[in-house]
C-alpha cells in the first residue's frame, strides 16, 4: 500500500503546482522546503509528515481533501 | 499551523473511531500501530507520516479525503 499511496499523491501535487504554472523551486521555496524534497515528493519517494503535507497545500492554496479523495481505498 | 492542523485530525480520527464503538486498543490492532501512539495522534501530538494515516484511514475504513476537508485553509 505504501508505495502506492505515495506515488498517487505524488501525481497530484505534481498536477496542481503544473495548474499553477510552477517550477519545483517555485513550490519549495512558496512552501519554505527544500527544492529537492519536493522533488521526491512528487516522484514518491518521500513519506512526509502531516505538517510537511499541510505546508504543501497552503503554498499550493488547495484544501488536502482536494489533493486525497480516494486514498487509501480508491486509488486510481 | 502545525499544532492546529494535528489537533483536528486527532480530533476527528477519534470521533470515527468512537462511532466505530472502537477502543484506541481495537483501532491500534486494526492498523497495527502501537496503542500509545494512537493516543498520542488523537491528542494531536504526534506529527504522522502520509503512510501511518493511511494505516489509521484503512483501519477506520474511511477515505483520507473524509478526515481532512478543511485542512489547512479553513480549520474549524
Known amino acids: 500500500m505504501n508505495k502506492a499511496v505515495l506515488s498517487v499523491l505524488g501525481r497530484r501535487i ?3 503546482r503544473t495548474q499553477n504554472g510552477w517550477t519545483q523551486e ?3 521555496e512558496n512552501a519554505g522546503i527544500d527544492r529537492s524534497y ?3 515528493v512528487e ?3 518521500r513519506n512526509l509528515t502531516f505538517t510537511v503535507l499541510c ?4 503554498a499550493l492554496e ?3 481533501a482536494e489533493l486525497t479523495s480516494g486514498i ?3 486509488l486510481e
Open 26 to 28: 517555485d513550490l519549495a
Open 43 to 45: 516522484r514518491g519517494e
Open 62 to 64: 488547495c484544501d488536502l
Open 14 to 16: 505534481r498536477q496542481k
Open 38 to 40: 519536493i522533488g521526491g
Open 55 to 58: 505546508q504543501i497545500c497552503e
Open 72 to 74: 487509501p481505498g480508491n
